[in-house]
């Protein structure tokens, strides 16, 4: 046990007659490493990118919201008759009235 243990701390399975087999399996746990590692750095990346344009949306609702609000502001009947005040058009005083037109035949 104690001359096993030596033996892996001295790198004696290493060098040994039969470390191609250590080395292949080395590589291979070295390999799938690096594969999770990337694995985990492109998942964090597209965690970070979900976040950035939810963000995005969460700003583009909101111009388009306020956006809305002002359009229906400048849309309603006395903003209309304020800016029309400015340029010198005034509402009519009287109510309109319905034209009739008799067909000739």
Known sequence: MKKSIYGILKGTFLVSDDSFKNWRVILFISSLAIVMIASSHRADKKVHDIARLN???????????????????????????????????????????????????
């Open 55 to 105: 963000n995005e949306v969460k700003e583009m609702r909101s111009e388009f919201v306020d956006g809305r609000s002002r359009l229906m502001r400048l849309k309603m009947e006395s903003a209309i008759v304020i800016r029309m005040k400015e340029k010198g058009v005034v509402p009519s005083v009287e109510p309109p009235r319905k034209i009739k037109v008799k067909s000739q035949n």
